[in-house]
């Protein structure tokens, strides 16, 4: 397996993982020092993320979940019962390096989907990063002009209400094609670490 499972250098922020993280690491009598060699990570780095002092990125945490053998989407879960997640309380992932929140949509831990909303800036574009491990997406567009690329011939243009249905390894690159933000939701079935 990767030493890197995740394609994106993202930020977590507004989730505070550490507690899961130093049970999970207790559970299978590892060190933080052995922890921080299987995943490129310093003791001391590792020990403000378990004492939620520092949020990790994304890639980080993924790193720390492959190594705990924890699925990633179970420490980015906020609740353990309450169903909802209000409006105004959706704990946000960032992409550092485009400006792009994402919000996720679901508080449940280890479910088979992961709903979030993604807002693209106009003219700004994603590229993907072939996944490992091919699983499902599906997205609907609320506002805007977005051009998802499957296959180099194979790009569609879906304005607000439209769907697409695909399977994430065959993602190319999703683009801003508008002169105004916009926005979709995405359900996922998250890669199994």
Same mark, same amino acid.
């Given at each position: 397996?990767?030493?890197?499972?995740?394609?994106?250098?993202?930020?977590?922020?507004? #989730?505070?993982?550490?507690?899961?993280?130093?049970?999970?690491?207790?559970?299978?009598?590892?060190?933080?020092?052995?922890?921080?060699?299987?995943?490129?990570?310093?003791?001391?780095?590792?020990?403000?993320?378990?004492?939620?002092?520092?949020?990790?990125?994304?890639?980080?945490?993924?790193? #720390?979940?492959?190594?705990?053998?924890?699925?990633?989407?179970?420490?980015?879960?906020?609740?353990?019962?309450?169903?909802?997640?209000? !409006?105004?309380?959706?704990?946000?992932?960032?992409?550092?390096?485009?400006?792009?929140?994402?919000?996720?949509?679901?508080?449940?831990?280890?479910?088979?989907?992961?709903?979030?909303?993604?807002?693209?800036?106009?003219?700004?574009?994603?590229? !993907?990063?072939?996944?490992?491990? !091919?699983?499902?997406?599906?997205?609907?567009?609320?506002?805007?002009?977005?051009?998802?690329?499957?296959?180099?011939?194979?790009?569609?243009?879906?304005?607000?209400?439209?769907?697409?249905?695909?399977?994430?390894?065959?993602?190319?690159?999703?683009?801003?094609?508008?002169?105004? #933000? !916009?926005?979709? #939701?995405?359900?996922?079935?998250?890669?199994?670490?």
């Amino acid at each position: 397996m990767s030493k890197d499972p995740l394609p994106y250098a993202l930020a977590v922020t507004d #989730i505070q993982v550490g507690s899961e993280l130093r049970r999970r690491r207790n559970e299978l009598g590892l060190t933080l020092r052995q922890v921080a060699v299987q995943t490129d990570l310093t003791s001391g780095f590792l020990s403000q993320v378990e004492n939620d002092r520092v949020s990790p990125s994304l890639k980080s945490l993924g790193r #720390i979940a492959e190594v705990l053998h924890t699925p990633l989407f179970h420490l980015l879960s906020v609740s353990e019962g309450d169903p909802v997640v209000r !409006a105004t309380e959706r704990p946000t992932v960032a992409f550092s390096k485009m400006g792009v929140d994402v919000q996720l949509l679901t508080p449940f831990r280890d479910w088979q989907m992961l709903p979030f909303q993604r807002s693209f800036k106009p003219g700004e574009e994603f590229t !993907a990063i072939r996944l490992e491990r !091919a699983r499902e997406e599906w997205i609907m567009i609320q506002s805007g002009v977005l051009e998802i690329m499957l296959d180099p011939d194979e790009v569609y243009v879906l304005e607000e209400g439209d769907t697409i249905h695909f399977e994430s390894s065959r993602l190319l690159n999703i683009k801003n094609s508008g002169d105004k #933000i !916009a926005t979709y #939701i995405c359900m996922m079935t998250p890669p199994a670490i």
